[in-house]
Each structure stands twice: as C-alpha cells, then as structure tokens.
C-alpha cells in the first residue's frame, strides 16, 4: 500500500472540513446527513471516517476551529477586525455556532464530547488573556473585559444571522475603544 505523505492528509482534512462546513451551514447538525457530507466534500464516507471519529467529532472539530481562528483574528489584528471577520462571514455559518452553543447547553453527550477539548482551551486562555491585557485598560481584571468584547461579538454575530442593520463600526468602535482601551 503506498505512503500517503503528510501534506496529502492535510490537503485531504481540510477538503473534508470544508465540505462539512458548507453542509453543516446548508441544512444544520441534524440535516447534515452523511450522504450530504460525501456530496459537499466529495469523498466517500470512509474517506471522511477515516479522518473524524463520527459526524460529531466533525462538528466539534469545526465549530473549535472556526471559534480559534475568530479569537486570532482578534487578538493578532484587533477587534475591528473581529468584527469585520464577523459582518463578512456567511450568516449560514454563523447560526450553526449557535446550534453548537445549544448542543452544549442541551445534550449531554456532546458536552462529554467537548470536555477533553476544555482543558486545551483552559491552558491557552491565559496566554490569550496575557495578550489582551496589552490592548485593555488595566483597572479591570481582564477576564471581564474579554467577557464584555466576547458578549459583544457574540451579539454582533447574531445581527448578523438575524439579518439585523449592520451598525456604524467606526461608532461602533468608538464607543469600545473609550470604554475598554488603556488609559
């Protein structure tokens, strides 16, 4: 059997992420089914298997990626970027990020799912807080500041699934950068 080399099986990871991604935004968890998965990636579902344990680990794997790369965008380019990402985003992909927030509110299995992944999150957290604290006014512990931005972004991600007025962001921005930036 001949040795597929490491850029191949992430050529191959990536093609099947992203035609999950499309499936997942098109018909949601429940409506992506494994036939809708092999046609938007266009393998097979061994080929898919092979990669994700199951159609959640899939799922999980995408919703961590594309949260990882919001807090990135954030953090190496600012909050307006964060927020331009977000006005740019397809409105489809966003609401499944809500569905993932209500699976973990609601299904225990795919908290259980989750709860390795937590422990990873936890350790980068404090280095993403050491990188915030540079961009925040110090007066407030700094988790209640990525509390604050994170509910902001989240709000201003469901304007955006919900189709709602886009607001000014300079304006936008300008009421953040006085409440939230080094004094």
Do not use: C
Not at 39 to 67: C, D, Q, T
Request: glycine residues 4%.
């Amino acid at each position: 059997m001949p040795k597929v080399s490491d850029e191949h099986k992430e050529a191959r990871r990536e093609q099947i992420l992203a035609g999950a991604q499309r499936a997942f935004a098109r018909h949601g968890y429940e409506g992506a089914t494994v036939a809708r998965l092999e046609e938007e990636s266009g393998l097979s579902r061994g080929a898919i298997f092979n990669y994700f344990e199951n159609k959640e680990a899939l799922f999980v794997a995408l919703v961590l990626r594309s949260s990882d790369r919001f807090v990135e965008i954030w953090l190496d380019q600012g909050y307006r970027a964060l927020l331009e990402a977000i006005a740019h985003e397809d409105p489809a992909w966003l609401s499944v990020q809500v569905e993932a927030a209500r699976r973990v509110r609601t299904d225990e299995r795919f908290r259980e799912q989750l709860r390795p992944l937590d422990e990873e999150v936890k350790a980068r957290r404090e280095s993403r807080f050491a990188r915030l604290r540079e961009l925040a006014r110090d007066d407030v512990p700094i988790d209640v500041v990525a509390a604050f931005l994170g509910v902001l972004a989240n709000g201003f991600a469901f304007a955006r699934i919900t189709d709602d007025p886009m607001p000014d962001l300079d304006q936008f921005m300008t009421l953040i950068e006085t409440g939230v930036a080094p004094r």
